[in-house]
């Protein structure tokens, strides 16, 4: 087999039976390509590579200037495709089973306050050309920050999951786990006036023969939803439009926000980690370190013993 078809094979189980997401698959794709053509380079291919090999590559990743995280992310796509060779019986041995990672950088997320959030909400309801523009980012807008929801699963999110005036809203997550969350009132009345106006589109749409998307947040382009790139440029939009630095603005630094300003008001950090869709509650921990650190500044800030 060539490198090529090992990675076909190692992203076709990934997906059958891990059920892998599309970004997850690209992004192991780009990883093992980038090892790929640095073995070719080398004279060397997956299936005759060593812990050398593999060692050597991240050396050369740290001297090109990648993030600890990025080389992180490397070598943990290595370790699994040379796992899944090792059990599909492809090589005899695994040579990236016993390589330390370089761990991840021991940053805390960025969050955002109260009243930037507020911004960011009241910028939605009056950035947009046409009322259908506002009324659909004041709906995405409220829908991210009452649910914590990744923005992937938010553009994606199903049409069917919004009708009935929902409490509660199911949302399909990485491998395809499915979780319930909450919503707000607010997130509510956004979302009832947004499928009034998604039903005065879809029965013009029908008569003029094209057909229903399945998707709340439909688009003309080929995946038929709003794409992440999209939002992304768009919250940055809505960030210059409400006064908040947008450097600081992304959509998930609106699910920062969401874990945070529950933990700060007595949420349990186990409901935080099931709202959040996190496979364990460790990844759901750092955001009691964010608390942590806002409270010490708070006392910097305002202690007078703390002044100089």
């Given amino acids: 087999m060539t490198d090529a078809q090992w990675i076909s094979a190692f992203l076709d189980a990934q997906a059958a039976e891990r059920g892998a997401a599309t970004n997850t698959q690209l992004a192991y794709a780009r990883d093992l390509r980038d090892f790929c053509d640095w073995l070719d380079r080398n004279g060397r291919g997956l299936p005759t590579a060593s812990r050398q090999d593999v060692e050597s590559y991240l050396v050369d990743c740290d001297a090109q200037g990648l993030s600890r995280a990025t080389r992180a992310r490397r070598l943990s796509a290595i370790k699994q495709i040379y796992r899944f060779a090792f059990e599909e019986g492809l090589r005899a041995d695994n040579p990236a089973v016993q390589i330390t990672g370089p761990g991840r950088d021991n940053r805390l997320p960025k969050t955002l306050s109260l009243d930037e959030v507020d911004r960011l909400l009241a910028a939605a309801e009056s950035f947009g050309k046409s009322p259908s523009d506002r009324q659909r980012d004041t709906c ?3 829908l991210l920050y009452a649910t914590g929801m990744r923005v992937t699963e938010l553009v994606t999110l199903p049409v069917a999951a919004a009708r009935g005036d929902p409490r509660m809203l199911l949302i399909k997550g990485k491998g395809g786990k499915e979780r319930m969350v909450p919503l707000s009132p607010p997130a509510r009345d956004a979302l009832a006036v947004w499928l009034n106006t998604y039903d005065t589109q879809a029965e013009a749409d029908q008569a003029k ?36 630095d947008p450097d600081k603005v992304t959509p998930h630094t609106l699910r920062h926000a969401f874990a945070t300003h529950l933990l700060e008001n007595g949420a349990d950090l186990r409901a935080i980690q099931t709202f959040l869709g996190h496979a364990d509650v460790a990844t759901t921990e750092i955001y009691t370190h964010v608390l942590q650190e806002r409270l010490r500044e708070l006392v910097l800030e305002h202690h007078p013993l703390a002044q100089d």
């Fill in 140 to 142: 995405l807008m409220q």
């Fill in 209 to 244: 023969g094209k057909p229903a998307s399945p998707f709340l947040f439909k688009s003309r382009g080929r995946d038929g939803h709003l794409t992440r790139h999209w939002f992304y440029k768009r919250i940055k939009d809505l960030a210059i439009s409400g006064g908040v």
